[in-house]
């Protein structure tokens, strides 16, 4: 995989955002919301995909779309940018109740990835380790789900340190009003990215799953 590109510090806007919320303020957020996926669903059920894997594919192609949620740390410290990050995501063993942690290079025609990811799963959903495939790439950003539960927040606390790639929770469908509803939460680390980013990558979310012809092609 390319290596990350340094990001120029002298005409970086964010260079004094950086440097506080990694060193002075270490800190992560997490925005938790509601995403209306009515015509998704629909969309995935009538083109016989997999919900999860294009949930993940969708998540992925707003991910790749911003610098801030491409972001990592070079071996000195300097902050870089991967040119492309891959969906690392979770998925039950078989008869346990423990997860195998999968990935999938991320690929931007959406059938072919669905189609590569459903193959990683059948490989090695069943292996009854955590990471099957042996370690992951760094240019990964993990992804969730909790189907048996809907959450109206949800956030994971860990000491802030230097990993910088966001967290993605999804929870169980909501039906209210005639309307489906996915719970997502957002996961960031501050030196990455600020709300008004986050609030974008959520937005361009909610527009991909409100118009999505995408699923059939």
């Known amino acids: ?14 260079r004094q ?3 506080h919320y990694l060193r002075a303020v270490p800190c992560t957020y997490a925005m938790t919301v ?13 083109a016989g995909r997999r919900t999860y894997l294009t949930q993940v594919w969708a998540i992925a192609s707003v ?39 999968l990935w999938v290079p991320f690929d931007p025609d959406y059938a072919a990835f669905h189609d590569a990811a459903a193959a990683v799963v059948a490989e090695h959903a069943g292996s009854g380790e955590l990471f099957p495939q042996g370690p992951r790439p760094a240019a990964t950003f993990d992804v969730s789900s909790i189907p048996w539960t809907s959450f109206t927040g949800f956030t ?6 230097t990993h910088l790639a966001p ?31 986050t609030a974008r990558l959520v937005e361009e979310l ?3 799953l409100a118009d999505p012809s995408w699923v059939a092609g």
Do not use: C, K
Request: hydrophobic share 50%; no cysteine; charged share 20%.
């Open 1 to 14: 995989m390319d290596a990350p590109a340094l990001i120029d510090l002298d005409t970086w806007p964010r």
């Open 17 to 19: 955002h950086f440097a």
């Open 34 to 46: 509601e995403v209306d996926v009515t015509a998704f669903v629909a969309a995935v059920r009538a």
């Open 63 to 101: 991910v790749n779309r911003h610098d801030e949620f491409r972001m990592t740390l070079t071996s000195d410290g300097a902050p870089a940018v991967w040119p492309v990050v891959h969906p690392s995501f979770t998925v039950m063993h078989p008869g346990s109740e423990t997860f195998a942690s």
């Open 156 to 161: 994971i606390t860990a000491t802030p340190g």
């Open 167 to 197: 967290i993605v929770t999804l929870g169980r469908y909501v039906e209210r009003d005639g309307r489906v509803l996915l719970p997502l939460a957002v996961q960031v680390h501050h030196a990455a990215a600020d709300g008004f980013h």
């Open 206 to 208: 909610r527009a991909l």
